[in-house]
């Protein structure tokens, strides 16, 4: 995984660079809505940044007096978080997508923009799919033109198509993928590296590209929770 200290820095929930705009989801209505039928709802980000926008939820669940206990947890590879004194509801975890366990499982989980620095961008997904709640939702930017062959080209539809069957849904045109509930997912492609020299993405910043081979058999780094 690659370090972009570009990405997520200052992003807050909302606005024009907020997490709203670039998931598509209001993520304090949703809280909420999880918290009128549960007495706690867990919010993991992987790629959080400097985790403004978790320390922004933590202080709104409380001035909102929700009812319902809100646990936050934000993942990232540098530890470059913005909170000074961290409150016991939110946990900034330093470490790789790739490779972190969590203790339990999540209401939501989020990344935006994470995965265009991710190595196993497909491992990733499987893995965080088998972290979700039993009605749980995953959303995240995913570029599927990020995921090539090991001759470069992309693999395009085929694997578009497969992460459908496997539950997933992809809007092609705003590059986001998504999942209700968890799933032990094998996706048939192994992961054979990636370079982080392949230039900007739709986004306009350097991403990197990630290599696969078709491998009906499943590959390990592929199985969700794993």
């Not at 909420?32 to 709802?41: H, Q």
């Not at 709104?60 to 929700?66: F, K, T, V």
């Not at 206990?69 to 993942?75: A, M, N, P, Q, S």
């Amino acid at each position: 995984m690659v370090a972009n200290c570009a990405m997520n820095r200052e992003r807050s929930l909302s606005g024009s660079n907020g997490y709203g705009r670039e998931l598509g989801l209001d993520v304090m209505a949703e809280l909420t809505d999880r918290g009128a039928r549960s007495a706690c709802v867990r919010w993991l980000d992987l790629c959080c940044g400097s985790g403004r926008a978790l320390s922004e939820a933590v202080r709104l669940a409380a001035d909102g007096a929700r009812g319902a206990r809100v646990e936050i947890v934000g993942l990232d590879l540098v530890d470059h978080f913005v909170a000074d004194s961290v409150p016991p509801e939110l946990q900034l975890v330093t470490g790789s997508v790739t490779e972190w366990v969590p203790d339990g499982r999540f209401d939501l989980i989020t990344c935006v923009h994470g995965l265009h620095y991710v190595g196993d961008k497909l491992g990733t997904l499987a893995r965080a799919a088998g972290w979700l709640a039993e009605d749980g939702l995953l959303i995240a930017n995913f570029d599927v033109h990020s995921v090539r062959r090991a001759d470069g080209t992309p693999v395009g539809r085929g694997l578009t198509a497969e992460l459908r069957r496997q539950g997933f849904a992809y809007d092609a045109s705003r590059r986001r993928i998504s999942r209700h509930g968890p799933g032990e997912i094998r996706l048939p492609y192994r992961y054979l590296g990636a370079d982080d020299k392949a230039g900007p993405n739709y986004t306009g910043q350097s991403a990197v590209h990630s290599f696969y081979e078709h491998d009906p058999s499943t590959s390990p780094a592929c199985r969700a929770g794993h």
